[in-house]
């Protein structure tokens, strides 16, 4: 829903007032009046207060006239757009006004609805893109000061720098690269396409006044609320940093945590917070990612570090763990330690060190084949925080000894091929059992023959148990459609998935997912 254009109206004739106010729909014009005045010194006191982006004003008025009014509002604010209201024996009174900036000057006598919605027209497409152009130019700015590395602001930029704001931090929860690898570039959502949403976003009752980035891909939005009620602020800032969280959610079908600066700071003391608390921002990682979070300003004590009962090397204890309970507790033990000392770089090595066990351990059971239960594109939403990348170290630790193709060394050497065509291929719903066997340059009576006996399940049920297994692990990630996720794993018919998948699990897709 695009902002609304801020409107002042300022005249000592209660009638005038009246008139002006109800004379359009001043809404359906792309306008809103926050503000009425009857002198030009209670205008210039309410102007301070509101910041309307247009004044409508009549110029002979008691205490402060219009003309007075607007030469003090000019000495803060040269863009402000004015609209001098005039009787036609002060016609050339309004035109010396024109030094002092007035955008228009119309005759009260000949305002009619239709002038009057031609003017808002004229008016509105300007006002807008002023506002956008200085936006622009102050997201620009403001991005290089937070940026460099000095705290020292552009002479232009002094005064907005040191004005108080509520500000939202938002952050994408990007994964620690347990594999090692760098990320890939399709797990980033773009910086461009992230600001161009929150410019976008309505924030109810709370005003966009700047938006900028970070060192760390943070976005930082700089806000305002419509209400006074000070007091109720910091509840109020809470639901709207739920509400941009979801709709970044919802807009770009990932996890994103949003931050709330528990009271209002200026983006000198925002800059030198974030240089020197960079830990605040990485205690998702341990306490849990996706939600709002709350900054204190200033920053608490870091919390009391404990010895950790992890060391380099003794992850190969868990080679000679083989009962799922164990294997469990073995994984609670080590990530609990690491969570109570908040150290990214143990949680790293740590999780670097298990995933080479694994990678070796899986080996051993699918010989060349590292299929995708260990690929960064298909697990990096499970390493995003320390409990999910526990629970996905216990689930893939746990299978390496239920899992049938664990034992894949005792396999002969075509049909371990024919499980690693199968592993690439399964997506494709027109796979069939003679591309497999022309892949593995066998007969498809030999084939179903020689892989029954080797697995112990046929080459049809194979296929579904691996596309059903992946449709499980795409349901519980929470982001796909149930049609979506049908021709991800390789069916054409939504049905035909939904039969295939209540065989193997005992429900449906749809109940598997409100299990979840």
């Known amino acids: 829903m695009a902002e609304l254009i801020s409107v002042m109206i300022v005249d000592d004739e209660k009638l005038t007032l009246e008139d002006l ?17 009857f002198n030009g010194k209670q205008g210039f006191r309410k102007y301070q207060e509101f910041h309307p982006q247009l004044i409508l004003t009549d110029i002979r008025m008691p205490f402060m006239d219009g003309i007075e009014m607007i030469s003090e509002i000019r000495k803060k604010d040269s863009k402000v757009s004015i609209v001098l209201l005039t009787a036609y024996e002060e016609f050339g009174y309004a035109k010396a006004a024109i030094s002092l900036g007035i955008t228009e000057y119309i005759i009260k006598s000949e305002i009619t609805a239709v002038s009057m919605q031609a003017l808002l027209e004229r008016l509105n ?6 506002d956008r152009k200085d936006m622009i130019v102050t997201d620009r700015m403001l991005e290089q000061f937070f940026l460099s590395d000095s705290l020292s602001g552009d002479s232009d930029m002094e005064q907005f720098l040191k004005k108080m704001f509520h500000v939202l931090i938002v952050e994408q929860d990007l994964p620690i690269s347990v594999s090692g690898e760098q990320l890939l570039p399709g797990i980033v959502v773009p910086k461009v ?19 900028t980035s970070l060192h760390g891909g943070q976005i930082v939005l700089a806000l305002n609320c419509q209400k006074n ?10 639901v709207c940093a739920e509400k941009v969280k979801d709709g970044l959610t919802r807009q770009f079908q990932d996890s994103f945590t949003v931050y709330a600066m528990d009271t209002r700071i200026n983006l000198y003391n925002l800059k030198r917070f974030c240089d020197e608390s960079a830990s605040s921002f990485q205690k998702k990682y341990f306490d849990g990612s996706g939600r709002v979070r709350r900054l204190e300003y200033p920053p608490m004590q870091e919390r009391p570090t404990f010895n950790n009962t992890w060391t ?13 309970a164990e294997i469990e507790q073995y994984f609670q033990g080590v990530y609990h330690g690491i969570c109570r000392q908040d150290d990214m770089e143990q949680l790293k090595s740590l999780s670097k060190e298990l995933y080479y066990i ?46 049938k193709i664990s034992e894949g060394g005792n396999y002969s050497k075509s049909i371990m091929e024919v499980i690693e065509y199968i592993y690439h291929n399964y997506r494709n719903p027109d796979l069939s059992l003679n591309d497999i066997a022309d892949a593995a340059h066998l007969s498809v009576g030999y084939l179903s023959g020689a892989f029954k006996k080797e697995t112990g399940v046929t ?11 992946a ?9 796909y459609k149930i049609y979506e996720i049908c021709s991800q794993v390789g069916y054409h018919s939504s049905q035909y998935f939904s039969q295939a998948f209540y065989k193997k699990v005992g429900m449906f897709p749809t109940e598997y997912r409100k299990k979840e």
């Open 21 to 37: 106010s109800t004379i359009i729909d001043w809404g359906a014009c792309g306008y809103k009046i926050v503000a009425t005045a």
């Open 125 to 130: 497409e300007t006002i807008m893109l002023r």
């Open 193 to 211: 396409k992230k600001i161009d949403f929150l410019s976008h976003f309505d924030y109810g009752e709370w005003n966009l006044e700047a938006i």
């Open 229 to 238: 009620e000070y007091s109720e602020h910091g509840e109020m800032l809470c």
């Open 312 to 324: 380099p090397g003794k992850a190969d204890d868990v080679t000679g763990i083989h009962d799922k």
């Open 358 to 403: 694994l990678k070796k351990e899986y080996k051993k059971g699918h010989g060349k084949t590292i299929s995708e239960d260990l690929d960064q594109e298909y697990n990096w939403a499970d390493w995003i925080d320390t409990e999910k990348i526990c629970n996905w170290f216990i689930l893939r630790f746990s299978q390496l000894n239920t899992d």
């Open 459 to 469: 080459l049809k049920n194979y296929i579904t148990d691996i596309r059903i297994d």
């Open 471 to 479: 449709a499980k692990k795409l349901i519980e990630r929470g982001n």
